[in-house]
Nanobody, 122 residues
Framework: QVQLVESGGGLVQAGGSLRLSCTAS????????MGWYRQAPGKQRELVAA???????TYADSVKGRFTISRDNAKNTQYLQMNSLKPEDTAVYYC????????????????WGKGTLVTVSS
């Protein structure tokens, strides 16, 4: 079974920084795309950033220039460096892994972490 475990959330003042980490554990041959989503109270879950194995990166317009996504394929780990945080960044941040293959011939599966809370105070 593949599990995604996030860490690094917490409370920070506006203008501060946090770094989120997410590690995929289990029997993993490869992961296509890793990404971060967030869900604020009363709102739908939205994409924050995503990175493919070829390092193709996508950011939500609201975080461009402030957040940086990266990954370490050898460790099946991704990171989200969040700078210049704003109160509107407050949300539960979820790690997502798409196209997770347990062997080279198996079909890719998608997985979600349980989420980590980021709270930005004004």
């Amino acid at each position: 079974q593949v599990q995604l475990v996030e860490s690094g959330g917490g409370l920070v003042q506006a203008g501060g920084s946090l770094r989120l980490s997410c590690t995929a554990s289990g029997s993993i041959f490869g992961i296509n795309t890793m990404g971060w989503y967030r869900q604020a109270p009363g709102k739908q879950r939205e994409l924050v950033a995503a990175i493919s194995t070829a390092d193709n990166i996508t950011y939500a317009d609201s975080v461009k220039g402030r957040f940086t996504i990266s990954r370490d394929n050898a460790k099946n780990t991704q990171y989200l460096q969040m700078n210049s945080l704003k109160p509107e960044d407050t949300a539960v941040y979820y790690c997502n892994a798409q196209g997770v293959k347990r062997t080279w011939w198996s079909a890719g599966m998608d997985y979600w972490g349980k989420g980590t809370l980021v709270t930005v105070s004004s």
